[in-house]
């Protein structure tokens, strides 16, 4: 069988997760209306097992976590091992003693079968190489009639957060990093609603219920919006540390004019917005 996660994947969220953990509330705040969409959708109760998958820094589980109660747990997984130790110290500076922090792949769970109440996953579906398979997964080891709640990017134009940079790069004839953006993998590639209707249903999902949401990352300054987003965005800092003087310069050149229109006094707010997906097993 192939390797779910392939190693370069692994690689990547390993290399930037003391970026996601450093700017873990910067990162939870643009999308904590997803987060809190997806908690709802589950509706964790005391003693009820919660498992989030892709958790990164783990914020968005600690909300579901809250509600869990003593008897509860919240079982937070991450490929990347440096992501589930920011996760681990996230739960322990908030006091939270139910959270379970676990290295696992969301494409190959190790977990029994009917193990567990709800699953919830913000920003990560899209970004595997094979998420039928990461949803049949969800499936197999939810109870039946548990909930399962996920947010992934909506489309490019509704994110100019993060679009802008990528298009300053690929202007300045720099192969983008992420691939194909609407590929297996690609940060756009379930933007689309009858895409994950169809996985959904293959998975053996029912009750479907899809939404758009929207919030903002807001910037102090062009110079923040450049030192966050080249630390936080998957396989772009490897390429910016590959890059000389003169052609860092060349892409905030092109990069500064495009974030203008999004500025206001004092800051830059730039809008995000995902598609949020809530469904029964």
Known sequence: MADPAPVD??????SIAPAWERYRDRAFEGFRGVSEWLVEQIDPQA?????????????????AAERLGSGGRLISTDVAPTMVEAARRGAAARGLDNVECRVMDAQ?????DSSVDGVICRLG???????????????????????????????????PWMGL????LVQNGHATPMGDPFGPGGVFSLSDNERNRELLAAAGF??????????????????????????????????????DADEIAAVR???????????????FELPTSAVAVAATA
């Open 9 to 14: 994947v692994r690689d990547t969220w390993e």
């Open 47 to 63: 003693g009820d097992t919660i498992l989030e998958l892709a958790a990164g820094p783990g914020e968005t589980g600690f909300l």
């Open 108 to 112: 190959q769970l190790e977990l029994p």
């Open 125 to 159: 579906f899209m970004l595997m190489p094979e998420p039928a398979r990461a949803f049949g997964e969800a499936r197999r080891v939810l109870e039946e009639g548990g909930r399962f709640a996920f947010g992934v990017m909506g489309p490019p134009d509704r994110n």
């Open 165 to 168: 940079l990528v298009m300053a």
């Open 206 to 243: 029912s009750d479907l219920q899809i939404e758009s949401i929207g919030g903002s990352m807001r910037f102090e300054s062009v110079d923040e919006y450049w030192t966050v987003q080249t630390s936080l965005s998957g396989p772009v800092p490897a390429l910016i540390a590959s890059l």
């Open 253 to 267: 050149a092109t990069l500064e004019p495009t974030l203008e229109p999004f500025g206001s006094p004092g800051a």
